[in-house]
């Protein structure tokens, strides 16, 4: 590959610019920001070589398009490009549900002749921005790629040695599956963890309240930190597979409380036995 | 006070023995553990000057004595010391909730001229035993002490001097108050991240599903790695509060899936926005 478009400038954009340098990348990275004083602290900061104020200009001519916007802006930004994108050259992104976007998106470009295969680099959920953009934010991470009817072989192969030379760790999987995963071990936990700040935090509350919300609490619902515009999107894209996680939460809910109310203290101590089993064979690899 | 008797040689009770050397106490720290070869370790390690295999026998002649064993096993222990208290010597604990314990303990100790006043130092949750303990545990954490029918003003200010002595920060509040709060801020969250860890790891489940919970499903659920035998004594002891927390979350639960379901975006995107505002008013001292 000889030129990269990189079409949008925020976290995950920014952050692959820099990656493609610190990783020795030697071809042009061009770059598209909607917001023009993006685009000018991208050069500045040598995030990209080229900035353009339109994404077709910066797409054209790149053998590899890669969309980094919210989830519904992409398909947006991708009609907006679509004839301008190179015929043979490969689109991909990074949005956190892949099934919508690869549906639309190989029904825009496969009949042009452009491959496109999505993506989904596990990285960076809290902070947003040009200004958190770092250059190892790819490295080590999971990146799922998520080839569909309009992905050959070849261009599979192509977008993951891509993920792979920013120190990506790539998984390879359908569009479905990838969703429902995702639903389970990232959208529900974080329905999950809002629900529970909006419960420890309504009111009527005690004024001692703030000063019992530790680590504990606060580790508990970090991702209910995250931006509410970011995972509308999510719900939106992914609310069939969410729905069915938040029923299986209930029921898992509801024998926690029925465990807490039999006045057995041996089932309170079985349900959290369970639980803590349950966490261990997830985690075990990680801690 | 020249004579304190540390009951019980866990992390609590362990690194209460060795916060009191580092705070440069003068006095004698006598200890009981149960193991006998945790007393022994105890002692080469300096976190006791004297150790006792019972703990009547330990907690003879001291000025205060601090039980730091698991919630319900400090009645018991109480009742089994209760006549080689000194009168008007002192009588504190560590244990999670309050108002079962005061109660329990006052009834015993008031009629003998012993004081009673409850403390809660919320300090280290997932790991315990001995091994564990380190000097620094109660430095800068909040400790709740909780005076009781059986609490002298006098009694009530050597206990919070006590705990300032080792780096606390001291809140005065009633059993009462104590256990609601910690109800919400710390039992509910405990339940809610079993309860989650219980769903994400239930069968049937993709083979990929670890590979996928990565920092954010293990803070969201790292509470719920603590000792289930130490949560059900929680549980026991402050079994209305709780439930009252669960029903309050499981409210919030279905809004968050009323939201989901009412294929708005907007309704999604307003609950987490509120949840999150929640958040930031209870976390924003400590973030």
Chains 1, 2 share one sequence.
Not at 104 to 114: C, F, N, Y
Not at 252 to 270: F, G
């Amino acid at each position: 590959m000889k030129r990269i478009a990189i079409l949008g400038l925020g976290l995950m954009g920014g952050s692959l610019g820099l990656a493609l340098k610190a990783a020795g990348f030697r071809g042009v990275v061009a770059g598209y920001a909607r917001r023009r004083e993006t685009g000018e602290e991208a050069l500045r900061r040598s995030v990209v070589d080229e900035v353009f104020d339109r994404p077709d200009t910066a797409a054209a001519d790149a053998d590899l398009s890669v969309i980094c916007l919210p989830i519904l802006a992409i398909p947006e930004l991708a009609r907006s490009c679509a004839d301008r994108f190179k015929p043979g050259s490969l689109v991909t992104d990074v949005g956190s549900t892949k099934r919508v976007l690869v549906e639309e998106l190989t029904g825009l470009l496969a009949p042009r002749g452009v491959g496109f295969v999505g993506s989904h680099p596990i990285a960076g959920s809290e902070q947003q921005g040009l200004d958190a953009a770092r250059a190892d934010l790819y490295d080590h991470a999971v990146t799922v790629v998520t080839p569909g009817p309009g992905s050959t072989a070849a261009g599979v192969r192509a977008i993951r040695e891509f993920w792979e030379s920013v120190g990506s760790r790539v998984l390879e999987m359908s569009p479905d599956q990838h969703d429902q995963i995702l639903a389970r071990t990232s959208h529900l936990p974080h329905l999950a963890a809002a629900a529970l700040a909006a419960t420890v935090g309504r009111e009527p509350a005690d004024e001692a309240l703030p000063s019992f919300c530790g680590p504990g609490f606060r580790d508990a619902t970090r991702i209910a930190a995250g931006s509410p515009e970011v995972w509308r999107d999510i719900v939106e894209t992914n609310r069939a597979n969410l729905l069915g996680e938040l029923e299986a939460f209930r029921r898992e809910l509801d024998r926690a409380i029925e465990a807490v109310s039999s006045r057995q203290p041996e089932s309170a101590r079985t349900f959290l036995e369970q639980a803590r089993q349950r966490r261990r064979r997830l985690t075990d690899r990680h801690e």
